[in-house]
């Protein structure tokens, strides 16, 4: 199973047509999804078709699930259920997550399983520190556009000349770092307009985030592409571990390396550049 999420498919639980073909799809991770593109009276027939799901063969890709928000009256048969399946399942992704209790909640009824916090909600921007260091299990932080929008009274359009989500994407990747996590960006919504998802998806990249969510399948090729490194950046990271290597071989934490001094904290960028671009198949 890949460790990288470059890009993560959510798939409806409750559609067995889309739960095949996201088997034959290149995404890093697919996410199925019982919570808000499953309706209340398919709830628990698209748990039983998940369960069955997890049994199938998802060769090397992730697979996670997305539960209902807890407090409701779905998530703790959701992760029961769940964590009894096995199968192919490595994480829960636990909704509107505001408080670290929400994340503990889960934890307790889930087995072994990993997980993932939504942060979609004012209150869970606020509290993203505590949820971060909620459970050792934890290893993502996710935004959640859709639902923090509505929490925030963000209109989809309007006059705005900076990006309205900046200081949220900066807050949830600076405390998933912080906390030794995956940042992962949220999904862009308009899958036609591809110009503002490619402009998007580089920003998330700048910014430092390790991937992105999809809502459709021609979205997963794009992501796994630009959450990739270059072959020139890949290279470069290798040359930089090497120049360190025979550093500390002479002593010397710091050395100069094509005109540039690199340290220790070169050392730790060009481990996690590397480590990506091998998930992506460069050597």
């Excluded at 505590?130 to 009274?153: N, T, W």
């Excluded at 989500?165 to 998933?176: C, I, P």
């Excluded at 910014?207 to 999809?214: C, H, K, V």
């Excluded at 500390?248 to 390396?257: C, K, L, N, P, T």
Aim: aromatic share 4%.
């Amino acid at each position: 199973m890949t460790d990288s999420r470059r890009s993560c498919l959510s798939v409806p639980a409750s559609s067995e047509k889309m739960l095949a073909k996201a088997r034959s799809l290149p995404a890093d991770e697919v996410v199925i999804d019982l919570e808000d593109s499953v309706p209340a009276e398919l709830k628990e027939e698209a748990r039983a078709a998940t369960v069955a799901a997890l049994g199938e063969d998802w060769g090397d890709r992730a697979v996670a699930v997305r539960v209902n928000p807890v407090g409701g009256e779905w998530w703790e048969r959701d992760a029961a259920d769940l964590a009894a399946a096995g199968g192919a399942l490595s994480s829960l992704v636990v909704p509107k997550v505001e408080h670290a209790a929400d994340v503990e909640a889960v934890a307790a009824v889930a087995g072994e399983l990993g997980l993932q916090a939504l942060i979609e909600t004012a209150a869970g921007l606020v509290k993203v520190a505590e949820i971060a260091a909620a459970s050792p299990r934890l290893e993502a932080l996710i935004i959640g556009y859709a639902d923090l929008a509505a929490s925030l009274g963000t209109p989809s359009s309007g006059a705005y000349d900076g990006d309205r989500w900046h200081w949220a994407r900066e807050q949830v990747l600076v405390h998933a770092r912080a906390a030794g996590l995956a940042a992962i960006d949220g999904p862009w919504l308009a899958v036609d307009d591809t110009d503002g998802f490619s402009r998007s998806t580089g920003e998330a990249r700048a910014l430092g985030f390790d991937g992105r969510w999809a809502v459709h399948p021609s979205q997963v090729e794009a992501l796994n592409e630009a959450f990739s490194p270059t072959r020139e950046e890949f290279d470069r990271a290798g040359e930089v571990l090497a120049a360190l290597g025979r550093g500390s071989e002479a002593g010397r934490g710091a050395v100069r390396h094509d005109g540039e001094m690199i340290d220790e904290a070169s050392r730790r960028q060009a481990t996690a550049v590397v480590a990506r671009g091998q998930a992506a198949g460069l050597s």
